[in-house]
């Protein structure tokens, strides 16, 4: 199983990125499919969270309004796209996948059974 995280950079206040996880080794529509970030010395916390179908979707109030979680299933392919980027947005971002179980979406690092390598994203002021 691989999960291949991509996208990320350097970018000023206020731009854009989007960031790209192409999976690899899993039946990509029994997955839940989520995105962390972990800034240097704190926890890794959850960004957002996609169902197995793409129908439903939940977002971290810290960046809700500003990010959109998606899913491609021809190309087994989940993407976060981020707007309106601030200094705190910075930190390394992974991607990572659940299979599904009792849940829809997952918010607990514990209900993720593969990652990614993460990608770093760096907002300047």
């Known amino acids: 199983v691989q999960l291949q995280a991509s996208g990320g950079g350097l970018v000023q206040t206020g731009g854009s990125l989007r960031l790209s996880c192409a999976a690899s080794?899993?039946?990509?529509?029994?997955?839940?499919l989520g995105w962390w970030r972990q800034a240097p010395g704190k926890e890794r916390e959850f960004v957002a969270g996609i169902n197995w179908s793409g129908a439903r979707t939940h977002y971290a109030d810290s960046v809700k309004g500003r990010v959109t979680i998606s899913r491609d299933a021809a190309k087994n392919t989940v993407y976060l796209q981020m707007n309106s980027l601030k200094p705190e947005d910075t930190a390394v971002y992974y991607c990572?996948?659940?299979?599904?179980?009792?849940?829809?979406?997952?918010?607990?690092?514990?209900?993720?059974?593969?990652w990614g390598q993460g990608t770093q994203v760096t907002v300047s002021s």
């Open positions: 080794g899993i039946t990509f529509n029994r997955y839940a």
């Open positions: 990572a996948a659940g299979l599904r179980r009792t849940g829809d979406i997952y918010v607990t690092i514990d209900e993720y059974d593969y």
